[in-house]
């Protein structure tokens, strides 16, 4: 990969994730009512979330806007991956920092009464554990091509596995915030949840992935 592409490519990753970061604070810190001191973890890890998210989302949709007629956000087979590693990445960022503060004072609506998990809390968790080890997966085969892999790595570049994905990633999203996004009196500084952003463009994703991949199978190209 030549040097002006790498700049590009790191370019596009650090707005993402400095315009994460900067609504997570915004939003919590600034017009909302969580201390600063939550920062370091409780914040970063919302904005770090939310970063993953549109990363993946970007990197499983340019291959679909552009059969959707949108060839300037066609960045090649390069930038798929190295957003799409970036997304991983940053995903494991999140998991680890959400182990780190998961307890009912952080994440209430996933415990019940006896702190065991709540109907919400493993819904949630088995979801985003389901998506998170799929993209592992996905990622792994395509850094590890060797023989006896075409009919796996056939599989995951399919559109139902693409789709699947991007179903759990939207299901992990619901249960994470859905009692709140109809409630705008409950948002922190009156701003949407990152929760909702983040599933509006999970579902985004999603949309474009079913007509775009359809495209191609009947020949639009």
């Not at 002006?4 to 994460?20: A, D, L, M, N, V």
């Not at 994905?165 to 939207?170: M, S």
């Given at each position: ?104 004072q952080y994440y209430p609506k996933f415990f019940a009464g006896d702190d065991s998990l709540s109907i919400i809390g493993n819904f949630s968790l088995l979801s985003g554990m389901a ?55 409950k948002w922190q500084g009156g701003l949407p949840p990152i929760s909702l952003i983040s599933f509006v463009v999970v579902l985004f994703g999603f949309v474009v992935n079913v007509l ?10």
């Amino acid at each position: 990969m030549i040097k002006s592409e790498q700049r590009k490519y790191i370019k596009i990753i650090w707005t993402i994730f400095g315009i994460s970061m900067g609504y997570a604070v915004l939003r919590y810190n600034v017009v909302g009512t969580v201390a600063w001191k939550d920062l370091p973890i409780f914040i970063l890890n919302k904005g770090v979330s939310l970063a993953a998210i549109v990363l993946l989302a970007f990197s499983f949709s340019i291959r679909p806007l552009t059969n959707l007629g949108m060839p300037y956000l066609n960045l090649g087979l390069e930038s798929r991956k190295v957003l799409g590693i970036s997304g991983l990445l940053l995903t494991i960022f999140h998991v680890l920092l959400s182990f780190l503060i998961f307890n009912p004072q952080y994440y209430p609506k996933f415990f019940a009464g006896d702190d065991s998990l709540s109907i919400i809390g493993n819904f949630s968790l088995l979801s985003g554990m389901a998506s998170f080890m799929i993209l592992g997966i996905y990622h792994w085969c395509f850094n590890n091509r060797s023989r006896g892999k075409e009919m796996l790595i056939e599989i995951i570049t399919s559109k139902k596995f693409l789709l699947g994905l991007l179903f759990l990633l939207g299901i992990h999203l619901f249960f994470m915030g859905y009692s709140t996004w109809s409630t705008p009196a409950k948002w922190q500084g009156g701003l949407p949840p990152i929760s909702l952003i983040s599933f509006v463009v999970v579902l985004f994703g999603f949309v474009v992935n079913v007509l775009g991949r359809a495209s191609v199978r009947k020949g639009v190209n």
